[in-house]
């Protein structure tokens, strides 16, 4: 049958193998000592929502994640849409082919046209048929702070998307529902602007070498010591960019012989790191704590592929916060499977780092683990500092081997002086270190907003996917024609939000992403949701 | 003559278009053609090894390796999934879709006022069997680019299908519905002997393609590129 929730296999597996005919049966069953309660097989029809917490004694506060299945009759319309969408396409090419409309796609040039073609012209159509259409929901023009409100510049087009003209206005004070402005930081006026203007003029704002040469600024030590006793670790690293801290390190600390368990929805500078490492990758169930274990307990009887020799080292990679899902990854859970199979963990808080926590402290915070078990504790001052740049956390001997094995640190320009100080002076806000509660204040409001405004959609009867306390709120779209509609809807409403489809996301599970923020009050989140909810009427909305 | 029945003998038996049923028939359909090509050369029987090497070429005799890798570079989707369009198929309600679009089908063809019950029924079955012909066997690689860096681009959709794994669920599925309906066909033009032509040939045409054997096979190179 096609994946419902009743038909997915209970074990993890990513699909349905078919199985050499033979049925386990109740005398040749060999007793599971896995340590996560397995679900019993045949328990389908009492089975009503499969994301409830197994092992609720490992957790302190209740765990509640959402992810209500695509409806039938919706999914059904979705493929219709995307039927009809494909249709018109090939409409549109052969007009194209033939000259009857005009073609903006590049197209080899007369002189090559007996040569191997250059543009695969299959492969883009996705693009040109779908994407072109409603292109005007992405890259929109910022001019100003990306903060609760931006400013964006007014463009139009005259031939369906394929150019904008800037028409030189302005739309202003639209509602920012699409940055990642966890904690309001991104700022242009206030203590965190002023010290980065006081560093500017003090170093500059170019460093000019890498980390390991001329390029390690006592700035930069100041930021990582800071770092390291806001997570509660032992040395930390510090690094330009938040992509290439995951793509550079991690073929830092695996290589040909180690495994890396990844998550399915991992994000793709984790992904492109694993695969630059050389390491053997294999993917369990988003967040299913049964397909970690199952792969967990495999690799290690089995040892690697063909000669079966012990892996080397086992690295299980998760997120803190999956930002097209918005749900927060079951930490206590994969502790206890790392501890009992002694694996490695490498915990990316992008998205989860200053936005969870009473403290700001990120997942561990949330759950109120200890930071020693995480044995590299990564994340990105991107989202809640209103900077840039990516850190890592661990154990003395470990940030010392990457300060010198990192490609990041001896081949990338070390982190820019103001942005350091916006972080240092951000961190030092959240810690309340600065002698003001503000840190705490926004803390504080980003949780109420949070739960306040997924509270609000869930009552006008959105289906909203992840946790209960993720401030990434992805609302269900579900048909490709509703992301255009949605995007442009909003945008006539002064909100902007960020629209996702197919193939970012599976096909029946396009969505708009709501960022919340702390910078947002309560005003501004009645005001979307009223806009949602006229959109939604004018659309026609999937109802829960 | 000699050259084609050494490079037979030297071939490994592992080879799965020798296995029986079909073996006999391929080595037929073979040497069948090692004698035109050489024909359609000029050259002598079994003179030089061109038609040999033709044939190879043509029948691409050897496995598509079926293996596949997950290390990529995700470049603009949110999940670790190579290819969106191995799951497809897979996903909910997309066998409840293909049914009702069977069905629509019908309910058009029904509608038009002087085509008779058998006629309506063959010519259902045909355009269906045509339209899976064109959409999973000739169509070529993705709509979208994907990471695998064109892993997939020679692949028609098919074979894409869960990454090559034979007789999974969705892959059971498309290869009864066209079954069935060519069994309700028979049975709705009363057996008569043109449709039964018509309608077998047609539904050949949508099953030889979607025997395992046949993965990644490309017979006289058409659809090769």
Known sequence: MTEGSANKPFTGDACHRSSNGKNATKNGFVKSHCLLEQPQKYRRTKEKNPNVTHNSNLYKRPFVESFEETPLLVAVL??????????????????????????????????????????????????????????????????????????????????????????????????????????????????????????????????????????????????????????????????????????????????????????????????????????????????????????????????????????????????????????????????????????????????????????????????????????????????????????????????????????????????SPPVAQQIITSMKIIMGEDGSTLGADRLRQLSQNTTYFRKKLWDMGFIIYGNDDSPVVPLMLYMPAKIGAFGREMLKRNIGTVVVGFPATPIIESRARFCVSAAHTREMLDIVSLCGTHTSQNTHFIHS | MSDTLTWFAQLPRSQSIFTPPFGPFFVLLLLQKTLVSDWLTGNKVGGNNNGITWCLCALRVGRTPRSRTKVTMNVGTAHSEVNPNTRVMNSRGMWLSYILGIGLLHIILLSIPFASVPVVWTLTNLIHNLCMYLLLHMVKGTPFETPDQGKARLLTHWEQMDYGVQFTASRKFLTITPIVMYILTSFYTKYDRIHFVVNTVSLLTVLIPKLPQLHGVRIFGINKY
């Open chain 1, 78 to 415: 979705t493929y219709m849409g995307y039927g009809i969408l494909t249709i018109f396409g090939y409409l549109r090419d052969f007009l194209r082919h033939w000259n009857i409309e005009k073609c903006h796609v590049a197209r080899d040039r007369e002189q090559q046209k007996d040569f191997v073609p250059l543009y695969q012209d299959f492969e883009n159509f996705y693009t040109r048929n779908l994407y072109m259409r409603i292109r005007d929901n992405w890259n929109r023009p910022v001019c100003g702070v990306p903060g609760a409100k931006m400013d964006l510049a007014e463009r139009v087009s005259y031939d369906y998307n394929w150019t904008f003209k800037h028409t030189g206005k302005v739309v202003k004070d639209v509602i920012n529902m699409g940055s990642y402005n966890y904690l309001g930081f991104a700022e242009n006026v206030g203590a965190c602007a002023d010290a980065a203007v006081d560093v500017t003029k003090k170093y500059g704002s170019g460093v000019g070498s890498t980390r390991c040469e001329i390029g390690n600024l006592d700035i930069h030590e100041e930021l990582e010591q800071l770092i390291a006793r806001f997570l509660g670790v032992e040395s930390s690293m510090a690094f330009g960019m938040g992509f290439a801290t995951n793509s550079m390190n991690i073929p830092a600390l695996t290589g040909k012989g180690c495994l890396i368990l990844s998550d399915e929805l991992n994000h793709a500078s984790l992904v492109l790191g694993a695969r630059l490492s050389g390491s053997t990758i294999r993917v369990f169930k988003h967040n299913n704590m049964q397909s970690l274990e199952k792969l967990l307990r495999d690799a290690i009887v089995h040892g690697q592929p063909r000669t079966h020799r012990p892996w080397k080292k086992i690295l299980i990679v998760v997120e803190g916060i999956y930002s097209m899902e918005g749900s927060i990854v079951r930490l206590p859970e994969v502790i206890a499977l790392k501890k009992r199979y002694k694996a490695y963990l490498y915990l990316d808080e992008a998205h989860s780092i200053g936005a969870l926590g009473p403290h700001g402290g990120g997942v561990v915070d949330y759950f109120g683990l200890d930071p020693n078990d995480v044995d590299i504790m990564m994340g990105t001052f991107t989202k809640s500092f209103g900077a840039a740049g990516g850190y890592i956390g661990g154990k003395k001997e470990l940030i010392d081997y990457l300060r010198s094995h990192s490609h990041s640190a001896l081949y990338a320009t070390s982190m």
